[in-house]
C-alpha cells in the first residue's frame, strides 16, 4: 500500500527557516512529480512547490526565492526548505506525489495526513 510520509512541521518566528520532508513508501511503478500545497483556515488548499520526474519545478509566487524543493528519485523523497517565513505562511502542509503503481496503472494522487507549520508574528 502507498504512504506519503511527511515531517518537519513545527512552531517558528517570523523570519525563519523550517525543512519539510516527504517520504513515498511502498511497492509503485513510478513517481510522475511530487510536491506540497498547503491549506490555511478558511481557505482552499492551494500549491506551494511541485517538481517532476526530470527536476522541472513550479512554485506559488508568494514563496518564490524562499522556498526550494528537491527531489531524491532513488529515496521516492522531496524536501522543501522553506527560509523566511512569514505569518501568513502558516498553515497545514500536505505532501502530495502523483504516482503510477503499476506500468499498466493510471496516474493517482496521493495525499500525506498533513503537517503543521505556524510562523509567530
Known amino acids: 500500500q502507498v504512504q506519503l510520509v511527511e515531517s518537519g512541521g513545527g512552531l517558528v518566528q517570523a523570519g525563519g527557516s523550517l525543512r519539510l520532508s516527504c517520504v513515498v513508501s511502498g511497492s509503485i511503478f513510478s513517481i510522475m512529480s511530487m510536491g506540497w500545497y498547503r491549506q490555511a483556515p478558511g481557505k482552499q488548499r492551494e500549491l506551494v512547490a511541485v517538481i517532476t520526474s526530470d527536476g522541472t519545478t513550479n512554485y506559488a509566487d508568494s514563496v518564490k526565492g524562499r522556498f526550494t524543493i528537491s527531489r531524491d528519485n532513488a529515496k521516492n523523497s522531496v524536501l522543501l526548505p522553506m527560509n523566511s517565513l512569514k505569518p501568513e505562511d502558516t498553515a497545514v502542509y500536505f505532501c502530495?506525489?502523483?504516482?503510477?503503481?503499476?506500468?499498466?496503472?493510471?496516474?493517482?494522487?496521493?495525499w500525506g495526513q498533513g503537517t503543521q507549520v505556524t510562523v509567530s508574528s
Open positions: 502530495n506525489a502523483r504516482i503510477r503503481e503499476r506500468v499498466w496503472s493510471a496516474p493517482f494522487d496521493y
